[in-house]
Structure formats: structure tokens, C-alpha cells
């Protein structure tokens, strides 16, 4: 079932929000897809402040609210490289991806690019799936010395 949502640009202040909604949602939703010590160190990247700053700053970041709690998150780099989706783990299967997908998907072509592209977990595969995206590649990422299978997706828009 839909809940309602407001989908507004994020701020520094989001920070502590964003961060531990990271955290918590690569520990409860993507721990069925990776082992513990990857999860851990994915997770661990919750702590790279500096990093979800300049997120924030340089990129188009969107949050999803309900109530003004946060309840998903995304961002989109270089205009047409969706780089991060998370939906808060009490939140899953309401829409809020989609809803935050269907915002940054509006962005990629009103800047005018031809196609978005990303790197998606094992998890958000299937989502993907839904919404039409084409799998490029299987690819095993290195993050912090470890390797993490993904998918390079792509979608004409
Ligand atoms: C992937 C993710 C963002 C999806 O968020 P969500 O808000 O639950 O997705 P939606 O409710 O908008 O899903 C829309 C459709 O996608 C498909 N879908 C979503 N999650 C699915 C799953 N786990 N399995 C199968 N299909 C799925 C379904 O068709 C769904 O429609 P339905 O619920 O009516 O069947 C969320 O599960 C998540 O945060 N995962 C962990 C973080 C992650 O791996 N992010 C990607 C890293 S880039």
C-alpha cells in the first residue's frame, strides 16, 4: 500500500538522518544478498561525513518524507548516474523508491540526457527490474578492499 510522501532536496542538517538510515537499512534489507564482514564495511561507510557532505552539496540529493521523518533517500551524480537509493527498512514496498525514482528519472531528462545509469545491489535489482532498467553488466565492485556483486543497470528515458 501507497503512503503519502513529500520529496524535497536535502540539507546539511539531513546529515545524521541520511547517515543512519544507511546504516540501518544495509544491515536489515541487504544482509539477505551479502555476507556479515560485507555488510559491515559497506555499512561502515555511514561514518565518511565528509563524503554524505559533499553528497549533499554537489549533487541533485533528494529525500523522501512522511511526517518529517525521513523515509528514503537518493542521489544523482554527473546528471544521469543515480549513485545511491535507500528506503528506510520499516518502509519497504510502499512506493517510496519508485516515487524517489520517478523524481530523479524527471531531473535526467530535464537536463537533457538521453539515458540514466547506475550500479545497483543485489537487493535493488528486482526493483529495477520493475521499472524497466536493462542489465549491462554482472560486476564484482571493490569497496575498501572488499568486492561486492552488482549490476550495472541503464534505462532510455
Ligand atoms: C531497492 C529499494 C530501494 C526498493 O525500495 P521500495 O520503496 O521498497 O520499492 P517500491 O515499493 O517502490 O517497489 C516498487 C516495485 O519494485 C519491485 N520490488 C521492490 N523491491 C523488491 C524486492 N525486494 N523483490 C522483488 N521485487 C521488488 C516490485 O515490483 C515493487 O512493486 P510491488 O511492491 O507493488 O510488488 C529498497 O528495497 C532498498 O532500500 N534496498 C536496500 C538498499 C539498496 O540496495 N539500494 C541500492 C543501492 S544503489
Known amino acids: 500500500m501507497n503512503i503519502s510522501i513529500s520529496i524535497r532536496q536535502a540539507t546539511k542538517e539531513d546529515l545524521p538522518e541520511i547517515t543512519a538510515l544507511f546504516r540501518s537499512t544495509i544491515i536489515n534489507t541487504c544482509s539477505k544478498d ?24 554537489d549533487y541533485y540529493f533528494i529525500v523522501a518524507e512522511q511526517n518529517s521523518l525521513i523515509v528514503g533517500f537518493a542521489y544523482l551524480k554527473k546528471g544521469y548516474y543515480l549513485d545511491g537509493l535507500f528506503v528506510h527498512q520499516d518502509y519497504q514496498r510502499q512506493g517510496i523508491a519508485s516515487a524517489l525514482l520517478r523524481t530523479i528519472e524527471s531531473r535526467v531528462m530535464i537536463e537533457e540526457f538521453p539515458e540514466i545509469r547506475s550500479d545497483v545491489s543485489k537487493t535493488a535489482l528486482p526493483f529495477f527490474e520493475a521499472w524497466d532498467y536493462t542489465t549491462i553488466k554482472k560486476q564484482k565492485k571493490s569497496f575498501k578492499g572488499m568486492g561486492f556483486e552488482n549490476y550495472i543497470v541503464t534505462k532510455t528515458l
Open 34 to 57: 551479502y555476507s556479515e564482514k560485507q555488510i559491515n564495511v559497506w555499512a561502515s561507510a555511514a561514518n565518511d561525513t565528509d563524503t554524505w557532505i559533499e553528497r549533499i552539496n
